[in-house]
């Protein structure tokens, strides 16, 4: 075995399997693992998907909400052990690969059509 075989099957091993298909455009529920003292909880971030990054183990999703009239946006790890569980609430419509033009839109200007086609 090469190198890259040695790394691929140890990648293999922290693959989460039970992660939904995720694509740009849908608004998705993460459930964020956040530390308080010596508990944890479970924290929703709600927005929606406007970037998907790389691949396997190092696969990432920008997700964007506004929150009190404030832009926020996050990335995620998919497969980082603080991702507890993904949901998503709704399939969106886009044409773009890339949503970052959604940064400079306010208001209803944002809204994004709902997809049928594909299940939740």
Request: cysteine-free.
């Amino acid at each position: 075995m090469n190198v890259q075989e040695i790394i691929r099957s140890i990648e293999a091993e922290h693959l989460k399997s039970d992660l939904p298909q995720i694509y740009v455009g849908d608004t998705v529920k993460v459930g964020v693992k956040i530390k308080e003292g010596t508990k944890y909880r479970v924290q929703p971030y709600e927005g929606v998907v406007i970037s998907k990054r790389n691949g396997g183990i190092n696969e990432t999703i920008t997700v964007r909400k506004v929150f009190q009239g404030v832009g926020v946006e996050r990335v995620f790890l998919l497969h980082s052990p603080r991702i507890d569980n993904i949901k998503i609430v709704r399939r969106g419509k886009v044409r773009r690969a890339k949503l970052y033009y959604l940064r400079n839109l306010s208001g209803k200007a944002t809204r994004i059509k709902q997809r049928f086609d594909r299940p939740l």
